[in-house]
Nanobody, 114 residues
Framework: QVRLVESGGGLVQPGGSLRLSCAAS????????MGWYRQAPGKQRELVAQ???????NYADSVKGRFTISRDNAKNTVYLQMNSLKPEDTAVYYC????????WGQGTQVTVSS
């Protein structure tokens, strides 16, 4: 059974930074795609960033230059460094793992507000 556990969300002022982490456990294939999605109230879930094993990451236009996704394959962990946060970044952030099947974390709230 695959499990994704996220951490690192919280409340931050505009212009601040947060780092999200997502650790995957269980039967994890070495070749996979790990990423982060977010869902704001009343909006659809959207891709924020994703990174495949051995590939360059890709980002939503809205976060390019501000967010950085990285992964530690030995730990089956993906990170999302979020800088220059804006109020419109407020959302529940979900970790995603795709390796044939797709798995989701429980979500972590990120609130950007003064």
């Amino acid at each position: 059974q695959v499990r994704l556990v996220e951490s690192g969300g919280g409340l931050v002022q505009p212009g601040g930074s947060l780092r999200l982490s997502c650790a995957a456990s269980g039967s994890i294939f070495s070749i996979n795609v790990m990423g982060w999605y977010r869902q704001a109230p009343g909006k659809q879930r959207e891709l924020v960033a994703q990174i495949a094993t051995g590939s360059n990451p890709n980002y939503a236009d809205s976060v390019k230059g501000r967010f950085t996704i990285s992964r530690d394959n030995a730990k089956n962990t993906v990170y999302l460094q979020m800088n220059s946060l804006k109020p419109e970044d407020t959302a529940v952030y979900y970790c995603n793992l795709r390796m044939g099947l797709e798995y989701w974390g429980q979500g972590t709230q990120v609130t950007v507000s003064s």
